[in-house]
Every structure is written in C-alpha cells, then in structure tokens.
C-alpha cells in the first residue's frame, strides 16, 4: 500500500527493554489472571500480558494474520480484522454505535506536504483523534494510571478534577487549554507495591514481633523523656503529618515501553496534573496519535476503508461518491 512512515509515538521501539529484570516477561503474563493473557490482541494497559501480547502480535506467530498482502483472507475479511484489531486498542470500552455516531469522523483532514520531496502524511489514523480527547483517555496518557479501566474507574470516583471542579463523567471532551487535575494518592506510581500472599504472611509476622520489641522499649523509656517528645512533637506537627510527606515512587513491573507522553499534552509530575494544549494532529511522516500499528500501514488504511464503505452511523449509508472509495485514491 505503498509508503508507511514510521510512527514516532510507537510503543514497539521499546520491547527491547522487556527482558531487564529477574523475571521473564511470559512469566510475569502466564501469573497474571487477567483477561487480556488469553487473547492476543493490544489493549491501553501497561499489564505483562498486554506486553506480551503486543510482542506476539509483532514478532510471534499472530503477526501473520496483519500481513494481508500474503494473506488467504477476502477484501471484507482484511478490513473486518483490521478494524477488530484497531477497535481493541483505541476505545474498546467504547461500543460499536457510540464509536460511529460521537467519536469517527466523516472524513480525515486534508493535511498534505508543504515542502518538496516531504514524507506523506499518514491520515488513517486521525480517525481515533476524537477518542484522544477523552479526559479518561489523557488521563491515562499522562501516566497517572495504568491502564484505561483504572483512568475511568478514577473519574468516576471523583478522583479527577478539570479546571477546578470535580469531574466524574469519563466521555468528557477536552478543549485546547483545559486543565486535569489528580488526587495523589490515586496516582499508580505513588502507589506501593500490594504485596504477595507468602510476602503478607511473613511481613505480618515480622511487624507484630518488631510491634512487640517497640512496646517493650517504649514502655521503658516513656518514664525517663516523655515530656521532651511531646514538646518536640507539639511544636512540629506538620513534620509528622502523613499529607506533608512525599509519596515514594513505585515503577510498576514491565511498564517502561508504556511511559511516554504525546506531543498535545503537557504533565506535571509534581502536581500530578496535566494541560491539554491541542488536539492531535499529523504532519509529514509522523502521526501523533499513539498507537502500537503503524500509522499509515495496512492495518489503519484498511479499518479506516470499512468505516468508510459501512457507513459513519451503521444503517445510514454514505453517499455513492464517498462509498466504496479508497483511501488515498
């Protein structure tokens, strides 16, 4: 389908960086009892199983089924797959008929090269820019969750505020300036780690014996100096106070080739918020909508040809003039 640039934003360029560790990325998937180790498609999450089916799905055997031009697949078989793979990452908690009627547009913008021997402008996957707009979306994009679910589940706890106020309705769009706030202690990385089942058991056995060893110290101890600690505490209190205490940083496991930001969006990490400054756009050879296909390859052309063939909202039908026409033709 002649030339695919390369998307900058792509999340593939660091599966590299999947094997550092002590515990391989197929075991950290084969523990893990999420949906998403049973089926090989990609999903916005920064789970081991969703890595490890996105290697699968570019390196492993399942690659071949997005290799269309040596595929045994009829044209309809090559767009319903390709659509099926793309709807799987962008906005699958998104329904087929809201997808079509709020978030796929008419037609892709006209962008074209300005200068002389410029790269083309990978179009097909603008497309899922309205799905980019999403406050759970940039939330998530952010690096404040780590997964889509989590960035919901947070919006609709109250956890996240825009321009001030409490916002508890994920299908929010963002306009260019708008502000997104996050509670803290909601944060994933500011999180620590749950531990396992054997680790809780000896933890707990070790902090009920050093609780035992305290309590014999302290009663020992109160009789000599306890109005010195009392005054020392009286005349500090916001030293001890668990809100003025910096939250200690937790990386998740696997979650390296996931921690990016695009281009529209501007965090800060120290006030766990981040300024949605404009929507996502393309220009020659990069496409700033992140996605772990090629922006501009087989599988975005051919997904974006079946919501253009099938029409925006299912039984309404395009005009013969837009209906059946390829992209780029």
Request: with cysteine; hydrophobic share 35%; net charge positive.
């Amino acid at each position: 389908m002649g030339h695919v640039p390369a998307n900058p934003t792509s999340i593939l360029k660091c599966l590299p960086r999947m094997y550092e560790g002590s515990q391989t990325l197929a075991e950290a998937a084969a523990v893990e009892h999420t949906p998403h180790a049973t089926r090989t498609q990609n999903f916005r999450s920064w789970s081991p199983a969703n890595l490890y089916n996105l290697y699968q799905r570019t390196y492993g055997p399942p690659s071949n089924e997005t290799r269309f031009t040596k595929s045994s697949f009829t044209l309809f078989q090559q767009k319903w797959k390709a659509k099926q793979l793309v709807r799987a990452y962008h906005g699958d908690i998104l329904i087929e008929t809201k997808f079509k009627r709020h978030y796929l547009p008419d037609e892709l913008p006209p962008i074209v090269g300005t200068q002389p021997g410029d790269l083309p402008v990978p179009l097909a996957s603008l497309m899922f820019a309205q799905v980019e707009k999403r406050i759970d979306t940039v939330v998530f994009r952010a690096c404040f969750a780590d997964s889509i679910y989590k960035a919901r589940q947070m919006v609709l706890h109250g956890k996240v505020s825009l321009n001030g106020r409490t916002m508890t309705d994920p299908n929010r769009k963002l306009q260019p300036g708008d502000l997104v706030s996050v509670e803290p202690s909601a944060v994933v990385t500011l999180q620590r780690p749950q531990p396992a089942s054997g680790d809780a058991s000896a933890t707990a056995d070790t902090s009920a014996g050093a609780t035992s060893a305290d309590a014999e110290a302290d009663s020992s101890a109160s009789t000599s100096g306890a109005s010195e600690p009392a005054a020392a505490a009286a005349s500090s209190p916001s030293a001890s106070s668990p809100s003025a205490r910096p939250l200690p940083f937790h990386l998740p496991d696997f979650a390296a080739p996931f921690l990016f930001i695009p281009p529209y969006l501007e965090p800060s990490f120290q006030t766990c918020s981040v300024v949605y400054l404009r929507d996502p756009t393309a220009r020659p050879g990069v496409s700033e909508v992140p996605s772990p296909y090629e922006a501009d390859g087989e599988v975005m052309r051919l997904a974006w040809e079946y919501y253009l063939g099938m029409g925006r909202k299912g039984d309404v039908k395009k005009s013969k003039k837009v209906r059946g026409q390829r992209l780029g033709a």
